[in-house]
């Protein structure tokens, strides 16, 4: 309960604050608070699965923290939607690309995907992905190539590294990059519609590993008699 707690908390912490230090604090309250669920299983691969997402998130949570903190520096304040100069910009965007799995720093998703059962993986998935998601929603972009770079990279690595997957989990990976990509792309011109678009994914992920978790299914032959 703890933990789910902590989850709820972490995000809505996230939603709810202006300053770059409260952002932070629950974007690190909902990593820790999935760490335990993620390694539960004491299984090699969950531990393995779990201490790379530790690693990642926390590299991208010590850069936005960078980040926020040079912007107070150049700038002198820490709201959120205040931010102008580029440099801190450009850094928490990248942070928070890095957060949610858009190429090209994407490699650590596929393979933290692959190593949980596919509750943990739906959670990872969906709500883990809303508060970094929620902040890059926020964020004044002036350099728009970056998104498009991002955008870009995201949805080619999504669309061609899921050809030749056979595990599900992989594939679904490689799915959350491309349509992560594609709301990166959006993001600049329609804010709104990015948010319809992520809403539009949960509700299709959701469906997706319920499927697979009442299947049993965790690659594609067991899909294909099931």
Known sequence: TSIVYGLGLGTTITFASSHW??????????????????AQQHHPRAVEATTKYFLTQATAAAMLLFASTT???????????????????????????????????????????????LSTG???????KLAPFILLLQIQHINPTLLIILGLASTLVGGWGGLNQTQLRKILAYSSIAHLGWMVLVLQFSPSLTFLTLMTYFLMTLTTFLLFKTNDATNVNTLATS
């Open 71 to 117: 912007n107070a520096w150049l700038t002198g304040q820490w709201d959120i939607q205040q931010m102008s100069h580029p440099l801190p910009i450009t850094m928490i965007t990248l942070a928070l690309a890095l957060k949610i799995g858009l190429a090209p720093v994407h490699a650590w998703l596929p393979e933290v995907l692959q190593g949980l059962d």
């Open 122 to 128: 739906l959670l990872l998935s969906t709500w883990q």
């Open 21 to 38: 230090l409260l952002a932070w604090m629950g974007l690190e309250m909902n990593t820790l608070a999935i760490l335990p669920i993620m």
